[in-house]
């Protein structure tokens, strides 16, 4: 269940259009570390979590991730704004537009469409957890990469919290490996997987 | 007399105070016994439910559960600009 609030997590007004910022920035929308990417993947990888912290760690940020998905899109979105067919064409936007005209689609800065392939849900909380904590710096260099394009003010601000938001969930899930790891056996953490091996006193039942 | 308050600023407020929330709920998620942590997310929580009433009192509900009743015959959710509109949150 979710319900929805209406406003941003962090207000994006931008004033000026920029058709080839958008198609970049566009990757944190649709690409292989973006949002939609990330707020699947923890969304999906919560179901079989044995560790009640985990759960609540996996659907708040992957809840969050959905906030920012809303972000990046409401900046696209302002970035494209009733732009006119000669700006469309001046700033290479003409290969988006012919199959999207002005809308929001999820797709990479170099027009790879939006895949579930970006993300894995193991079925292993060492292994998703790994994976959740390398997402997390990779859309933090992607956003670094980005800055580095950007030199309006209006579109750096909003990418510069989203930025700080992927180290604040690094570091959450950083906690969560521990709180994972405290739960198994310190001399062998893999010598079994507590998503799916069930013996009797492994203590990885929901505490 | 009615005190109302300037709608940007009780946004502005609004997203301050959801941010707290956002980032102690996370927090408390992986420490869930930290004291300092709940009385944070007690006293900022409280906060953000009354800016979002206040807020649904003036401008219109943000959320489905701050919807007020009003003399209007009408569905008012539609007509406040969305967030990613021009005058929208």
């Known amino acids: 269940m979710w319900i929805y609030e209406k406003r941003l997590q962090y207000p994006v007004k931008i004033t000026q259009t920029n058709a080839k910022l958008a198609q970049v920035i566009m990757s944190q929308f649709g690409g292989p570390d973006g949002e939609l990417a990330a707020s699947m993947r923890y969304l999906s990888q919560r179901y079989t979590m044995p560790y009640k912290e985990v759960t609540g760690i996996l659907t708040d940020i992957g809840t969050e991730e959905l906030a920012h998905m809303e972000i990046v899109s409401s900046i696209i979105y302002q970035l494209t704004k009733d732009l006119s067919i000669e700006e469309i064409q001046k700033a290479g936007f003409d290969k988006y537009y012919v199959d999207h005209t002005l809308a929001l689609w999820p797709q990479s800065a170099g027009g790879t469409p939006w895949t579930a392939t970006y993300f894995q849900s193991k079925g292993d909380p060492i292994t998703d957890l790994h994976e959740d904590m390398?997402?997390?710096q990779k859309a933090r260099t992607t956003y670094d990469n980005i800055l580095r394009?950007?030199?309006?003010?209006?579109?750096?601000?909003?990418?510069?919290?989203l930025?700080?938001?992927?180290?604040?969930?690094?570091?959450?899930?950083?906690?969560?490996?521990?709180?994972?790891?405290?739960?198994?056996?310190?001399?062998?953490?893999?010598?079994?997987?507590?998503?799916?091996?069930?013996?009797?006193?492994?203590?990885?039942?929901?505490? | 007399m009615t005190n109302k308050p300037c709608r940007k600023d009780l946004l502005h407020w609004i997203n301050v105070v959801s941010f707290s929330v956002d980032d102690a709920k996370l927090f408390l998620d992986t420490h869930p016994?930290?004291?300092?942590?709940?009385?944070?997310?007690?006293?900022?929580?409280?906060?953000?439910?009354?800016?979002?009433?206040?807020?649904?009192?003036?401008?219109?509900?943000?959320?489905?559960?701050?919807?007020?009743?009003?003399?209007?015959?009408?569905?008012?959710?539609?007509?406040e600009p969305w967030p990613w509109q021009e005058g929208g949150c």
């Not at chain 1, 969930?169 to 091996?197: C, M, T, W």
């Not at chain 2, 944070?40 to 409280?46: A, G, Q, R």
């Open chain 1, 149 to 161: 394009l950007v030199k309006d003010p209006e579109i750096a601000d909003p990418i510069r919290f």
């Open chain 1, 163 to 207: 930025r700080a938001r992927e180290v604040v969930h690094y570091q959450r899930f950083g906690e969560s490996l521990r709180i994972v790891q405290d739960n198994l056996d310190s001399k062998n953490f893999y010598a079994f997987n507590p998503e799916f091996d069930m013996s009797a006193d492994c203590g990885c039942k929901n505490k």
């Open chain 1, 134 to 136: 390398a997402a997390e």
């Open chain 2, 33 to 79: 016994d930290n004291q300092e942590a709940l009385a944070y997310f007690h006293e900022y929580s409280k906060l953000r439910n009354h800016a979002l009433d206040e807020y649904a009192k003036y401008y219109g509900p943000l959320t489905v559960d701050t919807t007020v009743e009003s003399c209007s015959d009408r569905w008012n959710w539609i007509n």
